[in-house]
């Protein structure tokens, strides 16, 4: 259950772990609004090149690096489809340029939105996302659906694991057996899964019953997100990065590779 | 027959859960798994039946290597009772619930219909047959659960925890059941940290602590040591923290039943007359 | 003074067929320590949700009977109430834990409530010291060890600081070692601090020394209510089946063949004491 290994969160500390997760949110999304902006593969490549600093200083590059293997079916996918779709017809690529050079583009501007995010859940332990959530103005509801939720995926692992190998202890053999078999091999394990983790959220609500939940429309925290001198910096960033972008896309003609390459 | 030797297993999260264990269970024997809580209790029986196999040395039951066989195959000779039923139940009926592990196992109908009976009547289940195991209590779900392991008749049963969140006379009940099976040629071994059902029992013990046995005998002999019961961090029986009060009066220590403890005290007394 | 008072209680979950619990009439004083026991379906954890509200807010059904907590009645409270008044605590420890980190689970009931951040504080670190976990405050629930987990309950219970707390068989997951951890923690919260504790367990041998009244039910009603001693040498409770501690049950093998003790002992260490005296002699 290796999978799960990634939620048990170490306590890391870096200036980009350090960083309020609201504001890297709005870091993130202010790549998100650039990367859409652009069809330009160099501008594209600009964008993806920015975040390998905030990786290298972060101290997340294997974790990055894993996150982008495991992006590259759907970033493949992408570039044949619109090198196909260039190829059919040319004429409807923005730009003019040739059907290669944008099928790079479309497949790196992928690129670029799917890892901006992965900094961001790399770099954000679970319980300083459910802070942040929790001062947003996000109804506390769901703050705690989600912080009980990320806290019990171990444990639900582990409780998978037990019941598989309590039914395997009965004979139960998974791998055997044809397509339709094999799935509802599965059926052993997933009821008394379902079954169990309803029981335990019956227990959860009446330990959650017996400590006040409810008691008053305005809960206080123990804990209070402080922005630093890092955090206006980050913003600082952002907004430079924002008008930078608005700005070269309107006011800055850009060069293409299908333009500088001779013909 | 169940053979281990130098036997080590580590966890895939690095956590060393057994360093070295050897021993030697035969059939028809009735043994006793003990130590505190991460001792390695569980993740010895475990190697049993092949559900962990060692990372180092090796599992033998009835001469064939664990690492040789399937856990299937395995299971229909090691039947292992987990300690929460409610992790095996998930049938409509209970009927189905025993029936499961004989199709499994590839039992005829004829056969397993009579298994099936049998099982039920044996754990007083019989009026319970085509009713919801979901349906039933904590200690009615825990029988379905033994019956579901005895139905296939398996000549080791194993027992994880047997006795947690039961009471006293469903302890008592269990207790008799285990004699009963193991005087009908089972070999039992029984995971437990509750010491006061082992002095009941009076079974083989192993006593395990820090992923080693750090002691392997008769359950009289281990329970009433203070070392070994310091070592493995374990609580003598209420009877043996009497007796270990009293040695200065020449009391013997080696004392874990009541019924024992009447008689040596009323024979010291005597003693004290004449 | 009476800190818990019911009269004729009785309860039937929604879709029952008879009630689990049945004219229960049942006081409890200020600060005393009560060990409610009694055979698997007895009634015990019926009872010990009422205490608390969760029957019958939470759980609907009919509730019939007087029951006053703390001088409020329960059934016209809203559990969030009560909950500043008597603390529940639960059989598995996994599942009373939500936070990710051991601080915050203890601040939960009090944030909550809206207690300010400064004497929050201040409560969570004291409810961390009495009961001794200081040093796993930061840790994750899922890293910790059974017993760990349990004494992090108690802690996030003992944090609103409730007159009254009710331990709903604590220990059924630990080992005896485990056990004796929490039955300590749970005396010196009812000898230091007073508060009043209801502890249901089977482990008599284990828990026994510390109560100064014991409560035995069977089939939804109260059977022996009284002092420790007279109630584990009673008939009564061999009868009913309870796992009465071996120490009484030795001084009641003693007496059938003539021996008498100076007193009824419950733990070993009474027991050995006892035993000295007539050996002695």
Not at chain 2, 75 to 99: C, M, W, Y
């Amino acid at each position: 259950m290796s999978v799960f290994e990634g939620f048990r969160f170490r306590h890391v500390s870096s200036p980009i772990h350090n960083r309020d997760p609201r504001v890297k949110f709005l870091y993130v999304l202010v790549m998100f609004i650039a990367a859409v902006m652009f069809n330009e593969l160099p501008v594209l490549l600009v964008l993806f090149l920015l975040q390998i600093p905030f990786v290298l200083v972060a101290g997340v590059q294997r974790q990055w690096l894993r996150s982008l293997r495991g992006a590259m079916f759907l970033v493949t996918f992408l570039f044949v489809f619109n090198l196909i779709f260039g190829y059919i017809s040319p004429s409807t690529i923005p730009g003019g340029v040739s059907p290669l050079e944008y099928a790079f583009a479309m497949a790196l501007r992928f690129l670029v939105l799917v890892e901006s995010f992965s900094v961001f859940f790399l770099t954000t332990s679970p319980d300083h996302l459910s802070l942040a959530l929790e001062q947003s103005r996000v109804p506390y509801e769901f703050t705690f659906a989600f912080t009980t939720a990320v806290r019990f995926v171990p444990v639900l692992a582990e409780e998978a694991q037990t019941i598989m190998d309590a039914q395997k202890a009965r004979g139960l053999e998974l791998e055997k057996g044809n397509f339709m078999k094999r799935i509802r091999n599965y059926i052993p394990i997933l009821i008394p899964l379902i079954v169990s983790a309803i029981r335990r959220s019956l227990e959860l609500a009446e330990a959650m019953e017996s400590r006040g939940w409810g008691a008053s429309k305005k809960r206080t925290n123990l804990y209070v997100l402080k922005m630093k001198a890092g955090d206006f910096m980050l913003i600082v960033i952002s907004i430079i990065l924002l008008v930078s972008a608005i700005y070269v896309r309107y006011f800055v003609p850009l060069p293409t590779l299908t333009m500088l390459l001779p013909k | 027959m169940i053979e281990v030797k130098d036997v080590h297993f580590t966890y895939p999260t690095g956590v060393e859960a057994l360093k070295g264990v050897s021993l030697s269970i035969r059939n028809g024997e009735f043994v006793a798994i003990m130590g505190q809580n991460g001792a390695g209790k569980t993740t010895l029986v475990k190697q049993f039946n092949g559900l962990l196999k060692p990372t180092k040395g090796e599992v033998l039951v009835d001469g064939v290597s664990t690492r040789d066989i399937s856990i299937a195959q395995l299971a229909r000779k090691v039947g292992f009772v987990f300690q929460n039923p409610d992790h095996q139940l998930f049938s409509e009926t209970v009927e189905e619930e025993i029936a499961f592990a004989l199709r499994n196992f590839g039992f005829k109908e004829n056969t397993l219909k009579r298994r099936v009976t049998w099982a039920l009547n044996l754990l007083g289940l019989t009026e319970y047959r085509k009713t919801s195991p979901f349906m039933l209590s904590g200690g009615e779900r825990k029988r379905v659960a033994l019956a579901s392991v005895l139905a296939w008749n398996p000549k080791v049963i194993i027992l994880d925890e047997p006795t947690i969140g039961q009471d006293h006379r469903q302890k008592e009940i269990l207790r008799q059941f285990i004699v009963q099976m193991n005087a009908q040629g089972k070999t039992v071994v029984i995971v437990t940290h509750d010491v006061e059902f082992v002095a009941e029992c009076s079974p083989r013990v192993v006593l395990m602590a820090q992923g080693q046995i750090v002691a392997d005998g008769d359950a009289k002999r281990i329970l009433t040591d203070p070392d070994i019961t310091l070592r493995a961090a374990i609580v003598p029986p209420q009877i043996t923290q009497i007796f270990l009060g009293l040695t200065d009066l020449g009391l013997p220590t080696n004392v874990i039943d009541v019924s024992e403890a009447t008689k040596v005290l009323l024979e010291y007394l005597e003693g004290g007359k004449r | 003074m009476a800190i818990i008072e019911t009269e004729n209680l009785t309860y039937t979950y929604p879709g029952a067929t008879k009630p689990s619990i049945r004219d229960v009439s049942l006081t409890i004083e200020k600060g005393e320590f009560v060990i409610l026991t009694g055979p698997s379906g007895c009634g015990k954890t019926t009872l010990c949700r009422c205490f608390n509200g969760l029957i019958p807010h939470f759980y609907a059904g009919q509730l019939e009977g007087e029951l006053t907590v703390a001088r409020l009645k329960v059934a016209e409270r809203p559990i969030y109430e009560m909950a500043q008044r008597v603390g529940l605590v639960f059989q598995n420890p996994e599942n009373q834990l939500f936070a990710l980190s051991v601080e915050k689970d203890v601040a939960f009931g009090l944030e909550n409530i809206g207690v300010p951040r400064d004497e929050m504080r201040k409560r969570v670190d004291w409810a961390l010291q009495t009961t001794g976990i200081q040093e796993l405050r930061e840790r994750a629930p899922h890293e910790l060890s059974g017993g760990q987990q349990q004494r992090v309950a108690i802690a996030c219970v003992l944090a609103m600081q409730p007159d009254i707390m009710v331990f709903d068989e604590p220990t059924s997951f630990l080992d005896p070692l485990g056990a004796q951890k929490i039955f300590e923690v749970i005396n010196e919260l009812n000898k230091k601090l007073g508060v009043t504790v209801i502890l249901v367990e089977h482990r008599l041998d284990l828990a026994s020394k510390y109560a100064d009244h014991v409560v035995i039910m069977d089939e939804g009603k109260i059977v022996l209510n009284g002092k420790p001693r007279e109630i584990f040498n009673s008939e009564a409770a061999r009868l009913i089946g309870v796992g009465i501690p071996k120490a009484t049950r030795l001084w009641q093998l003693l007496q059938e063949n003539g021996i008498q003790l100076e007193g009824v002992p419950t733990s070993s260490e009474e027991a050995a004491r006892l035993l000295r005296e007539v050996l002695k002699a």
